[in-house]
């Protein structure tokens, strides 16, 4: 069972930036696919943006242009670069994995666009 350990998660205005990072663990990373969702109260689990083990990124329509998802596979470790936060970004953001049809999800950082 892969583990997936999620930080970076805090309180930020809008406006701000932050960087989400998802380490995982597993001797083969780099075939995964990975994966930010996140969940408001009250909303259904939502995809945030993926990125493929061929590198490949996907994004929801409400982030492209202010979020970007990368991977460094020497350290098992996915990120997601959040700039422009705004309020209705407020979510616990959880990392996925998925490798043909296992995967796992973390356990979510809260992240909070306040003034």
């Known amino acids: 069972q892969v583990q997936l350990v999620e930080s970076g998660g805090d309180l930020v205005q809008p406006g701000g930036s932050l960087r989400l990072s998802c380490a995982a663990s597993?001797?083969?990373?780099?075939?995964?696919?990975m994966g930010w969702y996140r969940q408001a109260p009250g909303k259904q689990r939502d995809l945030v943006a993926r990125i493929l083990s061929t590198g490949r990124t996907e994004y929801a329509d409400s982030v492209k242009g202010r979020f970007t998802i990368s991977r460094d596979n020497a350290k098992n470790t996915v990120y997601l670069q959040m700039n422009s936060l705004k309020p209705e970004d407020t979510a616990v953001y959880y990392c996925?994995?998925?490798?043909?049809?296992?995967?796992?999800w973390g356990q979510g950082t809260q992240v909070t666009v306040s003034s």
């Open positions: 996925r994995y998925s490798y043909y049809t296992a995967s796992s």
């Open positions: 597993g001797s083969i990373f780099s075939t995964y696919s």
